[in-house]
C-alpha cells in the first residue's frame, strides 16, 4: 500500500482545468523531499512530467503546473486537451522506510 | 539519443527464475543509478530497488529483498534484474529508470528522468 495518495479518477471537459492531490506525511512530502509527477499514457512507459515540485522537463506544455505545501502536492492541467487522457502519479522518498515511493495513481479523463 | 532498451516478453512456469535487461546508450552508464518499477496488470507503479552501476551496490526494497537480485554489466551498459521463485502474481510490467542525482549531468535532480520501454513477466501456475 502506497504512503502518497491520490485520487482514482478526474475528469473534465476539454478546456477545464483539473488539479490531482497527492497527500503524504511528515516522513516523505512533509520532510522536504522533492515531489515528481510521472504520466503514462495508456500501454506506454510513464515519462517525467514535472520534477523537483514545480519544474517542467523541454517539451512538457506549460498547461502542466506543480505546486507543493506542507504535507501535499498538487498537479494542475488548465485547458485540458483530449491527449492529457492518462494516468498521473506523483512520487517522492520516504526516510522511515528508506524507499522511494510512489502515489497511487489518478486517472485522467476528458469528457 | 539518450535512452533505455529493455529485453522482450518472458512467460515463466510458477518456480522458475527470470533476468531482465535493460540497456543503456547515448550517455555514460555508470555516471547514474538505475531503479526498477514493478507495474501489475491495472495497478499502480511500485518502487523495487536500485543498483549503483559504478560500484555495483544495490538496495532493494522490503517487499522484493528476498527475492530479487540487481546487477550490471558496466562493459556493455548493462543493468539487469533476477527474479527469483516466480509466482502468479509476480505477473506484471516491470520497468528500468535512470535516476538523475545531483552530482550527475542531468536537469531533473533526484527523478526518474529516462525509462525503458518495459518489459511483461508473465507467470502461469
Known amino acids: 500500500q502506497s504512503v502518497l495518495t491520490q485520487p482514482p479518477s478526474v475528469s473534465g471537459a476539454p478546456g477545464q482545468r483539473v488539479t490531482i492531490s497527492c497527500t503524504g506525511s511528515s516522513s516523505n512530502i512533509g520532510a522536504r523531499y522533492d515531489v515528481h509527477w510521472y504520466q503514462q499514457l495508456p500501454g506506454t512507459a510513464p515519462r517525467l512530467l514535472i520534477y523537483?515540485?514545480?519544474i517542467r522537463p523541454s517539451g512538457v506544455p506549460d498547461r502542466f503546473s506543480g505546486s507543493k505545501s506542507g504535507t501535499s502536492a498538487s498537479l494542475a492541467i488548465t485547458g485540458l486537451q483530449a491527449e492529457d487522457e492518462a494516468d498521473y502519479y506523483c512520487?517522492?522518498?520516504?526516510?522511515?522506510?528508506?524507499?522511494?515511493?510512489f502515489g497511487t495513481g489518478t486517472k485522467v479523463t476528458v469528457l | 539519443q539518450v535512452q533505455l532498451v529493455q529485453s522482450g516478453t518472458e512467460v515463466k512456469e510458477s518456480g522458475a527464475s527470470v533476468k531482465v535487461s535493460c540497456k543503456a546508450s547515448g550517455y555514460t552508464f555508470t555516471g547514474y543509478y538505475v531503479h526498477w518499477v514493478r507495474q501489475a496488470p491495472g495497478q499502480g507503479l511500485e518502487w523495487m530497488g536500485w543498483i549503483n552501476t559504478d560500484s555495483g551496490d544495490a538496495k532493494y526494497s522490503q517487499n522484493f529483498q528476498d527475492w530479487v537480485t540487481m546487477t550490471r554489466d558496466a562493459s556493455i551498459s548493462t543493468a539487469y534484474i533476477e527474479l527469483k521463485r516466480l509466482r502468479p502474481d509476480d505477473t506484471a510490467v516491470y520497468f528500468c529508470?535512470?535516476?538523475?542525482?545531483?552530482?550527475?549531468?542531468?536537469?531533473?535532480?533526484?527523478?526518474?528522468?529516462?525509462w525503458g520501454q518495459g518489459t511483461l513477466v508473465t507467470v502461469s501456475s
Open positions: 512520487q517522492s522518498y520516504d526516510s522511515s522506510l528508506t524507499n522511494y515511493v
Open positions: 523537483v515540485n514545480n
Open positions: 529508470a535512470r535516476y538523475c542525482s545531483a552530482s550527475a549531468n542531468c536537469y531533473a535532480t533526484n527523478a526518474f528522468d529516462i
